[in-house]
């Protein structure tokens, strides 16, 4: 079983910057795959990015923005958001899995565990 836990959510305005934490207990994450998730409003849970094995990946939306990082020691891994723009607003979540691979990456039925969200609002 794994537990995560997001943190670092918050308000900033249009351009400014924040990183999001998700600090995963229970058992070792290292050979997890790790994402995250965000969910506006009325929309859909959508990919934001995803780390697996030594490798990130992310959405077009956020590419060359967001940085996906992991500290394995720590049991942690983080989003850092850059230029951030108002249609980022949404809670953004972390989800983990231990099959989860490039070609399922983007799909949220995919990951076994999640954390709770952390509200990301963003304004002008």
């Known amino acids: 079983q794994v537990q995560l836990v997001e943190s670092g959510g918050g308000l900033v305005q249009t351009g400014g910057s924040l990183r999001l934490s998700c600090a995963a207990s229970g058992r070792t994450f290292n050979s997890y795959a790790m994402g995250w998730f965000r969910q506006a409003p009325g929309k859909e849970r959508e990919f934001v990015g995803a780390?697996?094995?030594?490798?990130?990946y992310y959405a077009d939306s956020v590419k060359g923005r967001f940085t996906i990082s992991r500290d394995n020691a720590k049991n942690t891994v983080y989003l850092q958001m850059n230029s951030l723009k108002r249609e980022d607003t949404a809670v953004y979540y972390c989800?983990?899995?231990?099959?989860?691979?490039?070609?399922?990456?983007?799909?949220?039925?995919?990951?076994?565990?999640w954390g709770q969200g952390t509200q990301v609002t963003v304004s002008s």
């Open positions: 780390a697996i094995r030594w490798s990130t």
């Open positions: 989800a983990a899995d231990p099959s989860v691979t490039i070609g399922t990456m983007t799909a949220p039925a995919e990951y076994d565990y």
